[in-house]
C-alpha cells in the first residue's frame, strides 16, 4: 500500500504517456483530467523544457556555491593549505564514483521521479522512500543555507548592526521564488546563463591567484612560501601529529559540503531533452571539471593566503567584518584596489544561483515523492506551464529558516546548516550508490549486458563499493570533535551533535517505519523492474532525434563550432 492513502499502482505509471504528435518536442501541453469529484485538475506531468545546453550548465552551476567559495575559508584556517587539498581531491574522486552510478541508471531509464525511483524500482521501496525525503530534508535546509550566505557576503559592505540581515533575506527569497514559478524554460534559460558567467568569473579568479602567487599582482613572488610559513598542515584540537591528522580529517566536511549538489543532474532527467545523451555527457564531463574547478582553484588559494589569516571569517572570533570568501581574501592581501569589491558582488551572484537551484531541485523531489504515493498526492500537482505549485509553495515555507539570522550570528547559523546539509547529502550518495549495486545485480540477473547501456560507470560495481566505504567513514566520523574534551573546546557540544547526526537516525527511521506499516520487502535481482516505461522513453527519444534530424536538414540546427568541440566544450 502506498503509505499516503493512495492505491498501490505499477511503477510504470512515474512516466506519463507521450501524446501521438507534437509540433515541437519540448512543446508538451498539460492536459486536465477530473477527479473522483469531478473537479477539473490540472494534469501532473513535468514539461521536458531543459535543453542540453541547460543541464550541463545546471550540472555545474549547482556544485559551484557557497562550499567551494565561502566554506574553503573556513577548512583553510582550521587545517591549511596541504590539507584542504588533499581532501579536496579525495573527495572529488568520490563525487566521481558517485556520479557515474547515478549516470548508468539515468542513461538506461530516465524517470521524472530521478533517483528516488531507481531506488524504489532496482533496490527497496524502502530506501526510495527514504532517500526521497532525505534528498528534500536536505535541500529545504541548503536553501535557507545560500540564503544565509548571501547575508553574510553583503556583510562585507554593510554590517549587521547597520542593516539586518532579514532585509537582504527576503529579496533574495522573493527573487528565487518567482524565477521557480514562471516554468521550466524560463528557469533553464536563467539558470544557464547565470551558470555561464560563474564558470567564467571561477576562471577569472583561478587566473588571478596563479599571478597573485607569481608576483605578478604586487611584486611579491610568493609561490609556496605560505606552505612554508606558517606550513602546509596546521593543528586542530591536539599537536603534532594527531592534531594535524584532526585537522586535515575535519576539513573532510567541508570538501563534502562543497561538492554536494553535482549530483542534481539526477533530478533533471525528468525535465531534459534526449536525457540518454546530455545526462551521461554531464556526468562524465564531472571528472574534468572537478579537477579544473576545485583540486586547482584551492591549490592556488593556499598559495595566495596563510591559514592564519586574520581577514579569514572563520580564523578569530573577533573578525565579524572581514571577508566572507578567501578568494576576497587574497584580493586583498595582493593589495589590489576595488577588485574584492567586484568579486564579492560577483560571489553574491554565486549565491543566488545556488539558492535558485536548490529551490528548484526541493520543489521536484516533493512532487516525485507525491507521484509514487509516497507524500500527500496535492503536491504532485502542477499548473498548465508544468509547474509543482504546490511542492514549489512548501518548500519556500522552509526557507523560511534563514530567518534565524535575525537573531544570531550569520556565522554561526551558517555552520549549523553546513553540519545538517552534509550529513543529508552523505546520506544521499549512500543511497545512489547502494541503488546502483543492485541495479548492476539486477540488469546481470535479467540479461542486461554492458553493450547494451548508453552509460557504464568505469570502475562498475568495486568503485560503488569502495566509495560506499569511504562515504560511510565519513558519515559516521564527520562531528569527531564534538566528542572531544580539552581547555580549548570545553565539554561535550550537543548543538553540532544534533545538527551533525540528526540525519543517520532520521534516516533509518524512515526505512523501517516504512517496512513496518506498509509490510514490503526488499527486491531480488529478478524482481528489480528494469523495463516499465523504457519503451515509452525510447520512443520519445526518437522523436526527438528524428526532429533534430529534420530541422538540421532544413538547415535550423545549429552546430557547435571546433574550436569549441575541441578546447571548451569540457568545460562548458
Known amino acids: 500500500?502506498?503509505?499516503?492513502?493512495?492505491?498501490?499502482?505499477?511503477?510504470?505509471?512515474?512516466?506519463?504517456?507521450?501524446?501521438?504528435?507534437?509540433?515541437?518536442?519540448?512543446?508538451?501541453?498539460?492536459?486536465?483530467?477530473?477527479d473522483s469529484h469531478g473537479v477539473e485538475?490540472?494534469?501532473?506531468?513535468?514539461?521536458?523544457?531543459?535543453?542540453?545546453?541547460?543541464?550541463?550548465?545546471?550540472?555545474?552551476?549547482?556544485?559551484?556555491?557557497?562550499?567551494?567559495?565561502?566554506?574553503?575559508?573556513?577548512?583553510?584556517?582550521?587545517?591549511?593549505?596541504?590539507?584542504?587539498?588533499?581532501?579536496?581531491?579525495?573527495?572529488?574522486?568520490?563525487?566521481?564514483?558517485?556520479?557515474?552510478?547515478?549516470?548508468?541508471?539515468?542513461?538506461?531509464?530516465?524517470?521524472?521521479?530521478?533517483?528516488?525511483?531507481?531506488?524504489?524500482?532496482f533496490c527497496d521501496p524502502a530506501l526510495g522512500f527514504a532517500?526521497?525525503?532525505?534528498?528534500?530534508?536536505?535541500?529545504?535546509?541548503?536553501?535557507?543555507?545560500?540564503?544565509?550566505?548571501?547575508?553574510?557576503?553583503?556583510?562585507?559592505?554593510?554590517?549587521?548592526?547597520?542593516?539586518?540581515?532579514?532585509?537582504?533575506?527576503?529579496?533574495?527569497?522573493?527573487?528565487?521564488?518567482?524565477?521557480?514559478?514562471?516554468?521550466?524554460?524560463?528557469?533553464?534559460?536563467?539558470?544557464?546563463?547565470?551558470s555561464s558567467f560563474k564558470v567564467i568569473v571561477i576562471i577569472g579568479v583561478i587566473i588571478l591567484s596563479l599571478v597573485i602567487a607569481l608576483g605578478g599582482a604586487d611584486g611579491d613572488r610568493r609561490g609556496f612560501r605560505y606552505w612554508k610559513n606558517p606550513g602546509a598542515f596546521n593543528t586542530y584540537i591536539a599537536t603534532g601529529d594527531k592534531g594535524r591528522f584532526l585537522a586535515f580529517w575535519s576539513t573532510m566536511v567541508t570538501a563534502t559540503f562543497a561538492y554536494l549538489g553535482t549530483e542534481l543532474v539526477g533530478v533533471t532527467v525528468g525535465e531534459a531533452q534526449n536525457p540518454r545523451?546530455?545526462?551521461?555527457?554531464?556526468?562524465?564531463?564531472?571528472?574534468?571539471?572537478?579537477?579544473?574547478?576545485?583540486?586547482?582553484?584551492?591549490?592556488?588559494?593556499?598559495?595566495?593566503?596563510?591559514?592564519?589569516?586574520?581577514?579569514?571569517?572563520?580564523?578569530?572570533?573577533?573578525?565579524?567584518?572581514?571577508?566572507?570568501?578567501?578568494?576576497?581574501?587574497?584580493?586583498?592581501l595582493a593589495h589590489i584596489k576595488y577588485l574584492d569589491q567586484?568579486?564579492?558582488?560577483?560571489?553574491?551572484?554565486?549565491?543566488?544561483?545556488?539558492?535558485?537551484?536548490?529551490?528548484?531541485?526541493?520543489?521536484?523531489?516533493?512532487?516525485?515523492?507525491?507521484k509514487e504515493g509516497k507524500a500527500p498526492r496535492f503536491l504532485a500537482k502542477t499548473d498548465r506551464r508544468g509547474v509543482p505549485i504546490y511542492a514549489l509553495g512548501l518548500s519556500t515555507l522552509f526557507a523560511l529558516l534563514a530567518y534565524l539570522n535575525?537573531?544570531?550570528?550569520?556565522?554561526?547559523?551558517?555552520?549549523?546548516?553546513?553540519?545538517?546539509?552534509?550529513?543529508?547529502?552523505?546520506?544521499?550518495?549512500?543511497?545512489?550508490?547502494?541503488?546502483?549495486?543492485?541495479?548492476?545485480?539486477?540488469?546481470?540477473?535479467?540479461?542486461?549486458?554492458?553493450?547494451?547501456?548508453?552509460?557504464?560507470?568505469?570502475?562498475?560495481?568495486?568503485?560503488?563499493?569502495g566509495a560506499l566505504v569511504f562515504c560511510c567513514i565519513i558519515a559516521f566520523f564527520k562531528s569527531f570533535q564534538v566528542f572531544t574534551k580539552s581547555p580549548t573546546y570545553g565539554s561535550f557540544d550537543y548543538k553540532n551533535f544534533i545538527t551533525g547526526y540528526l540525519g543517520i537516525p532520521l534516516y533509518l527511521i524512515m526505512i523501517f517505519g516504512y517496512k513496518l506499516i506498509t509490510k514490503e520487502k526488499g527486491l531480488s535481482p529478478m524482481e528489480a523492474d528494469l523495463f516499465s516505461g523504457k519503451q515509452a522513453i525510447d520512443d520519445e527519444e526518437a522523436e526527438f532525434l528524428a526532429a533534430k534530424a529534420a530541422r538540421q536538414r532544413n538547415g535550423n540546427g545549429k552546430q557547435a563550432g571546433w574550436f569549441y568541440r575541441t578546447f571548451l566544450s569540457w568545460l562548458f
Not at 502506498?2 to 511503477?11: E, M, P
Not at 588533499?86 to 549516470?103: D, E, R
Not at 535546509?141 to 548592526?161: G, K, M
Open 406 to 465: 535575525v537573531a544570531d550570528d550569520s556565522k554561526i547559523v551558517f555552520g549549523y546548516f553546513v553540519n545538517l546539509v552534509t550529513i543529508f547529502g552523505l546520506l544521499t550518495w549512500i543511497s545512489i550508490l547502494v541503488t546502483h549495486i543492485y541495479f548492476v545485480k539486477a540488469r546481470r540477473a535479467q540479461g542486461v549486458e554492458d553493450h547494451m547501456l548508453a552509460f557504464k560507470a568505469p570502475l562498475g560495481v568495486p568503485g560503488s563499493y
Open 131 to 194: 532517500l526521497g525525503w532525505t534528498y528534500w530534508f536536505k535541500y529545504i535546509i541548503v536553501t535557507p543555507n545560500q540564503l544565509t550566505a548571501a547575508a553574510l557576503v553583503i556583510q562585507y559592505w554593510l554590517p549587521r548592526d547597520r542593516v539586518n540581515p532579514g532585509v537582504w533575506i527576503t529579496v533574495f527569497l522573493v527573487l528565487i521564488v518567482s524565477i521557480n514559478y514562471f516554468g521550466i524554460r524560463f528557469f533553464g534559460e536563467f539558470e544557464f546563463w547565470l
Open 277 to 332: 545523451k546530455t545526462i551521461p555527457r554531464a556526468i562524465k564531463l564531472t571528472f574534468y571539471r572537478i579537477l579544473f574547478f576545485y583540486c586547482l582553484s584551492v591549490f592556488l588559494l593556499g598559495m595566495c593566503v596563510p591559514y592564519n589569516s586574520k581577514d579569514l571569517v572563520f580564523a578569530t572570533k573577533a573578525a565579524n567584518n572581514a571577508s566572507a570568501s578567501p578568494f576576497v581574501v587574497a584580493i586583498k
Open 1 to 34: 500500500m502506498a503509505i499516503f492513502g493512495r492505491k498501490k499502482r505499477s511503477v510504470s505509471s512515474d512516466e506519463s504517456p507521450i501524446p501521438e504528435t507534437k509540433e515541437e518536442y519540448t512543446q508538451d501541453v498539460a492536459e486536465t483530467h477530473h
Open 41 to 121: 485538475a490540472i494534469d501532473e506531468k513535468l514539461q521536458r523544457g531543459l535543453k542540453a545546453r541547460h543541464i550541463t550548465m545546471i550540472a555545474i552551476g549547482g556544485a559551484i556555491g557557497t562550499g567551494l567559495i565561502i566554506g574553503t575559508g573556513q577548512a583553510l584556517a582550521r587545517a591549511g593549505p596541504g590539507s584542504i587539498f588533499i581532501s579536496y581531491t579525495s573527495v572529488g574522486f568520490l563525487v566521481f564514483l558517485v556520479m557515474c552510478a547515478l549516470g548508468e541508471m539515468a542513461a538506461w531509464l530516465p524517470l521524472s521521479s530521478g533517483f528516488t525511483g531507481y531506488a524504489t524500482r
Open 342 to 370: 567586484i568579486l564579492n558582488g560577483c560571489i553574491l551572484l554565486f549565491v543566488f544561483s545556488a539558492a535558485n537551484s536548490d529551490l528548484y531541485i526541493a520543489s521536484r523531489t516533493i512532487y516525485g515523492l507525491a
